[in-house]
């Protein structure tokens, strides 16, 4: 498996942002991802979301993180396909899941 990004997302909300994010599980997999870690930090508000992809699923996993990056709506996507990633995960770790 490959770590692909990290996605900030600004929550006020946890509970209720965590569902949507467990809803969304089967886009997630069908889209090439293979599991993420999930960190929280309460004091900034700040949901941290690393993506993981298996190694054959990798373009179509940059593809996606593109796609949604060119919509504005993951500007903090950085698909580099390593672990050295442009943001870093803050807060406390929640979840490392595979799926």
């Known amino acids: 498996m490959t770590r692909i990004g990290v996605v900030r997302h600004n929550v006020s909300d946890f509970p209720d942002w965590r569902r949507k994010f467990d809803e ?12 993420h870690e999930l960190y929280y930090d309460e004091a900034r508000k700040e949901a941290y979301v690393v993506h ?12 996606h993180m593109e796609y949604f990056k060119a919509h504005g709506k993951r500007n903090e996507m950085n698909p580099s396909g390593n672990p050295d990633h442009s943001i870093m995960p803050k807060g406390e770790k929640i979840e490392e899941i595979t799926y």
């Open 24 to 35: 969304r599980m089967a886009i997630r997999k069908a889209n090439g991802w293979s599991g």
């Open 52 to 63: 993981t992809v298996h190694d054959d699923k990798l373009e179509n996993a940059k593809k």
